[in-house]
C-alpha cells in the first residue's frame, strides 16, 4: 500500500488561507489530482489535448501509438500516476474533474487550457514549488503506508476479532521473548540466470544422496532429470538441444503433459538456493505448497516456507485430510507441514471465562487496551495492538519462517490476497510485491492454470437468481441459513454477521421485486421495461442516466453538449447520492425521496401499494420542477427497477466485502458454488483496466425454450476491475518504478495452446523439455476411440452434453447401465470388465470422467446399485473441504488423496473432469501411471451462457491490445491521444457486448470461435489423458457422449451424415492441429506443436469407431 498524504498536507496547508471552493470546484486535494493528471500529461504527452489523460491512466499504449517524442522514463511516470490517481482513468469522471479545476481563480491552479485544449502552465503565486513535488511524485519511488504495530502492553484488554468485546488481562510476567526480525524488502540487483544443465544433473546427483543418507523415499531425481532432454529456439524457429538454461527477465519453458516440468522445479530451486539467490515457486494450492516446502528444506543450504493466507482451520483441516493418522496414532507415520498450521491462541489460556475462543477469534492483531473510567460505546475505533506473544506464537510460525527462507512456496491467492504481518514489516504490502522485491527468480508450474486463476480473481461472475444450481443468492440464503438453524443461530453474537444478514435480506428482497417487475412487464403492450434494459449489461448508474436523460426532455439521441443541461445535471446529482446510500433518507430533495421509495420497496409486500408510492411520487416531482417524464406509466415501472437495482448493487457490494470474514465465522469455505472476492486496488493498479473499461454491472438473459414454459431468465453479476492475467505475463516489469524485476519462468505442458482464451499464454515459448525417444514411441501408442453408449430397444445414443437438471441424471444413470450390462450370452463380461481384461497386469484401472463431484457421486452409486460386487473396488473423487458423511463413506476419495488410487485394491475411479486436469500423479509401485485407460462420459464443454469464458476470451483481447495499434492518418495532432483512447476502447466495447450477446455452444459458433473453444477443450482432455502417460505410458480413451459426434451417433450410412469440424469437438480439435504436422506447413510454431501435441494429433487422426 502506497502513500502520499504527507505531500497531500503539505498542499492542503499551502492553500490555506487562499483557496476555499466553492460548489461544484474541486478540494485541495481534488485540484493537486487534476493538476498531477495534466502535469502527466505535459511531460510525457507534450502538445496533447487534455482530454486524452484517461489514455494515459488505463494501462494500455495509447501513448506509444499516439506520440511520437516521449521520455525514456515515461513507463516510470504511468506507473506512479496509476497508482495515485486511478480514480481518473474515466472518461466522464476526468471530464467533470476539468470543468471543476477550470473554474477555480487562476491565481491558484497552475495550468489554463489554450484553444485546443492542451495545458499551458502559468506562474503560481500559491505553493510555487508544486512542480518539484510532481517531478518527484511521477519519478521516484512512492513510499509505502508505514505499519503500526506496537505490541499490548500489561493490563485489561478487549478482542476485537470476538463479536462480544471478549476480555483479557494481559500480565506483566510473560515470557521475554527474542527481538523480532523483519523481513528485509529492499529490491534485489538482478542479473540474468545462467545454469548448465550438468550443474542441475550434479544438483539432482546430490539430492538423491541426502535422500538416501537421512533415510528418506527416493526420489530418483537424477534419473528423472535424465528422462528429459532440454531444447532451445533458434533464428529460424527449429529446436536444437541445449546445454545452457538461461533465464533473462522472462523464459517461457513448455513440455508434454507429463514429462518432468516439476521435478525441474525443484532441483532449480534447490540449485538456486545453494547459489545464494532468492527463489519464489507459485504452485496451486496450500497443501502442495506445505509438502513441497517440506521436502526442500531437507537439503543442504535451503530454507524452504510456505506463503499461506489466515484461514488456519482451514489449511489444518485440508492436512489432516491429506495425512491421515496411522493405525492407533495420532499423527501420520511421516508428518510434514503440522507445525506450521497451529490454531492455538496463547492469550486463550489467561482468560477465566468459558468456553474457549473460536480459532477464528484469537486476537493477533486486534488487542484494545480498556479503562473502567471511559465511556464503553467506541471502544472498537481505539488503537488496535498486536498481542505481546505473536513472535512466539506457534500459530505464526509459518510467516516467521519466511523472513529468513530463501526459497518461498505461495499460491496465486495467496500472492494477491494475503498481507504481510504488521509485525514482520515495516512498511504495509502484499506478498506478491514482497516476493517481487526481495525474489531473484520466480519459478511459476502449471502457468495457463495460475493464468486462468488470476483472471477469476480481476474479473468474477455469477449468477444470482434463475433456475441455475449456481444461483448464488439463493445458495448462500440456504446455506447461511442452514448453519444459523444447526448452531441455534450462536453465530448471530457477530456484528459482522447481523450485517451481512440484513444485507442479504435486503438484497433477497430486491432481487425477487427485480423478478417480479420483469415477469409482470411481460404481459404489457411492448414489453417497457424488459425492452428498456440492455440485454448485455446495465447498472444502476445507467438506469439512472437513461432516466434523467428523458426527464430532462433530451430525447434517446441528444445534441452535442447535452451533459451541461441544468436539469439533467441537477437529477444526476440526485441520483448519484441516492445511488451512494440508497436508504439514507437523511438527505434531501431527490435522493431523500427515491430514499424513501426504497424503504418502501423493502418492507412493504403489496406490489400494487409500491407502485402506486412510486407513482405519486413521480407526479409531485412533475408538478414541483420542469421535469416532464415521456410517460408517465412506462416512466414509473422504469423507476421502480431501477431503484430495486441500486438496492440490490449497494447491498451486493456489501455483502461481496463482508463475504470472506463472513464464511470463516460460520465455516462455510468452498461449500458455496463460488467464492467472489474483491481484487485489492493496489494491485489492481499494476495491470491494464477492462478494455472495455470497469464493469461491475448485472445482466438479464432470458433462455428462449424457458420463456415460452412460463420460467424466467438468468439474473447476473459481475465484476471486472482488470486483467488479471497481466500480473503474470508482466511480472519482470510488474513495478517500474522499483528497478528491473526478479527473473521468470514459466512451465506448463500446454501454455501454448493456440488461440485458446483460457490456456494460452501470450509469452513466446524459447525452450522446450522433450522426453526420450523412447518414452515418446510408447505415448505415441496411445489410442481414442469415439464409444457413444446407447440405451433401450431401439438402441437411441445417449447424449449427456448439453443436458441440464434431471435430464442430464437420468442420461448419466443410462450410460452406467450401458457399460455394466453383460455381453452377449450367458456370463459375458461387461464393457469395462472387457476393457480391464486388455490392459496392463500393473495398469489395470479404469477412470470415468464426469462433470461435476455431483455428478461423480450420481454415477458411482448407481455402479454399486447395479454391481453390489463392486462395491469395494470403486471410488468417487470428492472435493477437499467435503464432510464426513457416515460409516459408509469408504469408498469416497478426496481430491488431495486421488494418488492413493494408484495402489489400492480399487480397480474404478469416477471424477471431474477439472479435478484430475493436472497437479496429480497416480502412481502404482513402479512409479508409472496406474491407470491404463479413461471413458469420457461427458463432453467438456464451457456452459452455453459461462460468463467465466466471456471473462477470458475478453482478456485475450486485451493483450492483444498491448500491441501496437494503427491510428487514422487524418486525426489532429493534438487529439492523437484521446482518439486513440477512445479508439480502443470503443473497438472493446464492441467486442464485449458481442461477447456477451454470443452463446457458446459448439455447434453454433463461427469458425473462428470455434477454434478457440475446441484450442480450450483439447487442453483439458489432453490433461487428463496426461495422467495416464507419467512414466513414458501408452492410454486408451474412450469419448462415450453422442454429443462427441452428433451426427455419427444419429446418422447412417451416407457420407453426408458424417460429422466434420463444425460440429465434432474431437475432429475440431484435429483440424486446429492439422496446420502444424503437415509437410509443407510454413507455421513458426509448427516445431513446437509438435513437440507439445504429436501424441494427441496421432490419436486423433487414427481415431476409431466401436
Known sequence: MRQIQNLRARFRRALAGVYTPADGQPSASGLMDVELCLYLLETVAKGQAATGVPALLDGYRALWDAVSLIPVDAGVRLANARTLLWPNQRSYGWDSALRGYLSVTADVRGYRLDELGRPVRQECRVAPDRWTWYERLLTEPLPFTVTAARPAEPGRHRMRS?????????????????????????????????????????????????????????????????????????????????????????????????????????????????????????????????????????????????????????????????????????????????????????????????????????????????????????????????????????????????????????????????????????????????????????????????QTNLDAMFANSQVLLGPSEEAWIDEIDARVRETLRAEGRAQVRSRQVRRFMLALNNARTAADIIYQLLHRDRVRPDRPVLSWVDPNYFTAWSLFDDLAKDWAGLGARPAPGWESDPLYRSLRDGFNDFIDAPTDTSGDGVSSGLAELAEVLLTNTDEDAREENVRTWLAELAEDTKVSPSDLDTNVWRLELAVAVAVLENRLNQMLTMWPEVAAELELFDSLPTEVRRAPVDLAVAVPESPMGNVLGFQYVEDDNGSRDGQLGEFRFFRYTGVGRALLINLPDL???????????????????????????????????????????????????????????????????????????????????????????????????????????????????????????????????????????????????????????????????????????????????????????????????????????????????????????????????????????????????????????????????????????????GTDERNRVAWTQLVTIWQVVGRLLRGGQAAKVYFCDAAFAPQTAYGGDDPADLDDASTSLLLGMREVLTPYFTADGADTNRHLVQALYQPLYQALTTMGDR
Open 735 to 1005: 513495478f517500474p518504478t522499483d528497478g528491473p524485476g526478479p527473473g521468470v519462468l514459466l512451465l506448463s505442458g500446454t501454455s501454448w495452446a493456440g488461440t485458446s482464451p483460457r490456456y494460452h499464454i501470450d509469452v513466446p515459448v524459447t525452450a522446450i523439455l522433450r522426453p526420450t525417444a523412447g518414452k515418446l514411441a510408447e505415448i505415441g501408442r496411445t489410442t481414442f476411440t469415439l464409444d457413444i453408449q446407447h440405451s433401450g430397444e431401439r438402441s437411441t445414443p445417449i447424449w449427456i452434453s448439453g443436458r441440464y437438471g434431471e435430464a442430464r441424471t437420468s442420461a448419466l444413470r443410462q450410460v452406467v447401465e450401458a457399460l455394466t450390462r453383460p455381453g452377449p450370452g450367458p456370463g459375458q463380461p461387461n464393457r469395462l470388465e472387457r476393457e480391464r481384461a486388455t490392459l496392463p497386469p500393473d495398469r489395470r484401472k479404469i477412470m470415468l470422467l464426469v462433470g461435476s463431484y455431483a455428478e461423480a457421486r450420481t454415477v458411482t452409486d448407481e455402479i454399486r446399485r447395479l454391481k453390489s460386487s463392486w462395491a469395494d473396488q470403486v471410488k468417487c473423487l470428492v472435493g477437499d473441504d467435503e464432510q464426513e458423511s457416515g460409516w459408509d463413506d469408504a469408498h469416497l476419495l478426496r481430491r488431495h488423496r486421488v494418488a492413493d488410487f494408484g495402489t489400492d485394491d480399487a480397480w474404478l475411479l469416477v471424477a471431474p473432469v477439472l479435478a484430475v486436469e493436472r497437479g496429480h500423479n497416480i502412481l502404482n509401485e513402479e512409479g508409472i501411471a496406474a491407470i491404463g485407460a479413461a471413458f469420457f462420459l461427458v463432453r467438456p464443454h464451457p456452459r452455453p451462457k459461462d460468463l467465466g469464458y466471456v471473462t477470458q476470451r475478453i482478456n485475450q483481447y486485451a493483450i492483444e491490445q498491448l500491441r501496437p495499434q494503427p491510428l487514422a492518418d487524418d486525426c489532429p495532432e493534438s487529439e492523437r491521444l484521446a482518439t486513440a483512447g477512445r479508439q480502443r476502447r470503443r473497438s472493446a466495447q464492441r467486442q464485449w457486448r458481442r461477447l456477451l450477446r454470443a452463446l457458446v455452444a459448439y455447434s453454433r459458433l
Open 162 to 450: 470476538t463479536a462480544r468485546g471478549v476480555g483479557v488481562d494481559i500480565p506483566e510476567n510473560l515470557p521475554i521473548l527474542p527481538d523480532p526480525v523483519l523481513h528485509d524488502l529492499t529490491v534485489r540487483t538482478r542479473e540474468p540466470i545462467e545454469v548448465t544443465w550438468d550443474q542441475l544433473e550434479a544438483t539432482a546427483v546430490a539430492m538423491d544422496g541426502d535422500d538416501r543418507r537421512l533415510g528418506r523415499d527416493d526420489n530418483h531425481w537424477a534419473e528423472r532429470l535424465r528422462d528429459v532432454t532440454l531444447q532451445v529456439r533458434l533464428d529460424d524457429d527449429t529446436f536444437v538441444d541445449g546445454t545452457v538454461l538461461r533465464i533473462d527477465r522472462i523464459l517461457h519453458l513448455v513440455g508434454m503433459v507429463s514429462v518432468g516440468k516439476s521435478t525441474l522445479v525443484m532441483i532449480l530451486a534447490v540449485w538456486a538456493a545453494q547459489h545464494d539467490r532468492r527463489v519464489t515457486i507459485v504452485m496451486g494450492d496450500n497443501s502442495a505448497a506445505l509438502r513441497a516446502a517440506h521436502d526442500l528444506s531437507g537439503y543442504p543450504g535451503v530454507v524452504a516456507a510456505p506463503v499461506m493466507g489466515q484461514n488456519r482451520q482451514r489449511h489444518a483441516e485440508r492436512l489432516h485430510h491429506l495425512q491421515p493418522a496411522a493405525p492407533g496414532q495420532l499423527l501420520p507415520r511421516r508428518p510434514y507441514g503440522f507445525d506450521l498450521v497451529s490454531t492455538a491462541c496463547a492469550l486463550n489460556t489467561l482468560r477465566d471465562a468459558a468456553p474457549p475462543l473460536a480459532i477464528r477469534e484469537a486476537p493477533c492483531q486486534d488487542l484494545i487496551a480498556t479503562d473502567d473510567d471511559e465511556p464503553v460505546d467506541g471502544w472498537r475505533n481505539r488503537p488496535r495492538r498486536t498481542c505481546p506473544l505473536w513472535h512466539g506464537c506457534q500459530r505464526h510460525e509459518a510467516a516467521r519462517r519466511l523472513v529468513t527462507a530463501n526459497v518461498w512456496i505461495a499460491t496465486p491467492w495467496s500472492l494477491v490476497h494475503t498481507r504481510v504481518p504488521d509485525p514482520l514489516s515495516a512498511e504495509q504490502m502484499r506478498y506478491l510485491e514482497a516476493a517481487w522485491r526481495r525474489s531473484d527468480l520466480f519459478l511459476v508450474d502449471e502457468a495457463d492454470q495460475v
